[in-house]
């Protein structure tokens, strides 16, 4: 469709260019998907702080507590009037906070498999494959 539309020339009457713009509105889906998983990471972390009182759940809740700010952070900078105002900001923000987040989640999943290993002493191998996190 991008392809389609990116040939239309600037002699194409502007109704048929006007359609043919529509098709950036797909940038929503993006915006929706991220915005979804944001919010059921922010519900993870509400979860993970109602037992703070056992110290092993503590790591994954400060790894927890740093990614959401991460993720609002990546939010907030998303917002239109943000975005026009210091595109360039928004740049950064986006890609290093979010390869920061990605990271971090895998610093959360790896602090995850090894408490439960020394809890448990199951396999961490075990442990690692069998995470919903690993596959997400």
Not at 51 to 71: G, N
Request: hydrophobic share 50%; aromatic share 16%.
């Amino acid at each position: 469709m991008f392809r389609s539309v990116c040939t239309l020339k600037p002699s194409t009457p502007l109704s048929v260019r006007r359609v043919g713009a529509k098709v950036y509105s797909y940038g929503g889906f993006h915006s929706g998907c991220a915005m979804a998983g944001m919010l059921w990471y922010l519900a993870f972390t509400v979860l993970l702080s109602a037992d703070l009182s056992d110290p092993h759940k503590r790591s994954a809740f400060a790894f927890a507590l740093f990614i959401s700010v991460l993720l609002l952070a990546i939010s907030w900078s998303a917002f239109p009037a943000f975005r026009v105002s210091y595109h360039n900001t928004f740049e950064a923000v986006h890609r290093y906070a979010g390869w920061f987040s990605v990271g971090l989640l895998w610093a959360q999943l790896g602090t995850s498999v090894a408490i439960s290993h020394y809890l448990y002493g199951e396999s961490a191998g075990l442990l690692l494959i069998e995470s919903p996190l690993f596959g997400m």
